[in-house]
């Protein structure tokens, strides 16, 4: 079974910064289409950011523009979402999908594999 390990969660204050890391198996993360997901206490997953496995084509929900950057280094097989003015309302657990298809397909939230999820606590 596929395994993305997501880590670099905890607890923050409003304000603050967080870089989250997803490590994933080589034969996945050479091709495949990544992506960042929250959920939140009560509400759905929701997409926050993805890029292709080129790293050329990236996406954003609109909470995550000008905060949050994505990127990928296909060497060390790790994807990675840098949080920067993070507010109280981005408290979530952050989850990492991995799929075959295209960023469209990630940014509709269909990943063949997820990871286990990083909390993200943000304190007002």
């Known amino acids: 079974q596929v395994q993305l390990v997501e880590s670099g969660g905890g607890l923050v204050q409003a304000g603050g910064s967080l870089r989250l890391s997803c490590g994933a198996p080589?034969?996945?993360?050479?091709?495949?289409?990544m992506g960042w997901f929250r959920q939140a206490p009560g509400k759905e997953r929701e997409f926050v950011a993805g890029?292709?496995?080129?790293?050329?084509?990236?996406s954003y929900a609109d909470s995550s523009k000008g905060r949050f950057t994505i990127s990928r280094d296909n060497a060390k097989n790790t994807m990675y979402l840098q949080m920067s003015n993070l507010k109280p309302e981005d408290t979530a657990v952050y989850y990492c999908g991995a799929d075959a298809g295209t960023l469209r397909k990630v940014v509709a939230g269909f990943c063949g594999y997820w990871g286990q999820g990083t909390q993200v606590t943000v304190s007002s």
């Open positions: 080589r034969r996945i993360f050479s091709s495949y289409t």
């Open positions: 890029i292709t496995w080129s790293g050329s084509s990236i």
